[in-house]
């Protein structure tokens, strides 16, 4: 979705991607391509990068911590030395969802980031790297601490998809399983919003921004809404929520309002019909 945007408006863009979660199919063929795992040392020519290169698995980096860090802590150091050499501002995807921990309500950048998995942790030390990096070198780094991304070409497979997974599951007829007692609350926040918040950091400073919409939606909310979407009447599964999974997690995206001049604009429900559309395209 960011390529997309970046070719549209005349950017040259170039993907450093190994293809452990993406899809070829959605690589924008205006696009250059590197395959490379960010594990290991790489070089760009660019005057931004955007960091969205993830072991994005909140169970997986339980089960696999130090996978998770190889890719999320060293990945990122591989990537501002590369940015370093090119002379690149990083704005890097950070996770508010998994960042902040247990969320009294809707939290600002303030408050206290608790991770309670390994991915946030990661998540976390990627963060301090930037910062240590903006002062040891004089950088402007940006990190956007990201609810929960959904929208088109979400990948159903990834645990952080709950979107995708109950969309395609609905689409095909499947059960639907919701962990824990369907309230744990989510903000959801349309893919093209976050592209747009991504696009408002470039050439700024500050930070870190939260990027999501304040609205707290819970589970089985979200259940409910996408089969009103894909007009499914099968109710959902429950079975015992997972370890790692915080209760609730809102973010209140005020400061990059005020200082990027970003806020959502796609509701849940719109942003849902636009996901399921682009599904039903893609299944035609």
Same mark, same amino acid.
């Given at each position: ?70 890719? !999320? #802590?060293?990945?990122? @150091?591989?990537?501002?030395? *590369? ?7 990083? %704005?890097?995807? =950070? ?114 921004? !939260? #990027?999501?919409?304040? @609205?707290?939606?819970?589970? *089985? ?7 009103? %979407?894909?007009? =499914? ?52």
């Amino acid at each position: 979705n960011l390529v997309d945007a970046l070719v549209a408006r005349g950017d040259d863009v170039t993907v450093v991607d190994d293809f452990a979660s993406g899809k070829r199919e959605h690589l924008n063929p205006a696009a250059k391509l590197v395959e490379h795992d960010i594990s290991s040392p790489f070089e760009v020519a660019a005057e931004v990068v955007f960091h969205l290169a993830a072991q994005a698995d909140v169970q997986t980096s339980m089960r696999r911590p130090d996978y998770d860090a190889s890719v !999320n #802590v060293v990945g990122t @150091v591989n990537v501002l030395a *590369a940015a370093q050499e090119a002379g690149a501002q990083v %704005v890097f995807a =950070s996770s508010g969802g998994a960042g902040y921990g247990e969320c009294p309500g809707p939290v600002t950048e303030s408050f206290p980031f608790l991770p309670l998995s390994p991915y946030g942790i990661a998540k976390k030390c990627g963060e301090e790297y930037l910062a240590g990096w903006n002062r040891i070198h004089d950088a402007h780094h940006v990190a956007l601490r990201f609810a929960n991304v959904y929208g088109p070409r979400q990948d159903a497979g990834l645990e952080g998809g709950v979107v995708a997974i109950f969309l395609e599951r609905m689409a095909d007829g499947e059960p639907t399983v919701i962990f824990g007692d369907g309230g744990h609350i989510r903000d959801f926040v349309y893919v093209g919003d976050v592209v747009d918040a991504m696009l408002a950091a470039v050439g700024g400073s500050g930070g870190p921004y !939260n #990027v999501g919409t304040g @609205v707290e939606t819970s589970i *089985a909310e979200l259940h409910d809404a996408c089969a009103r %979407v894909s007009g =499914s009447d099968r109710a959902a599964e429950y079975q015992e929520a997972r370890l790692g999974d915080v209760r609730r997690s809102v973010l209140d995206s005020s400061l990059a309002d005020q200082e990027l001049g970003w806020r959502a604009e796609v509701g849940l429900a719109d942003g849902l019909e636009l996901t399921w559309a682009w599904m039903r395209q893609e299944a035609s």
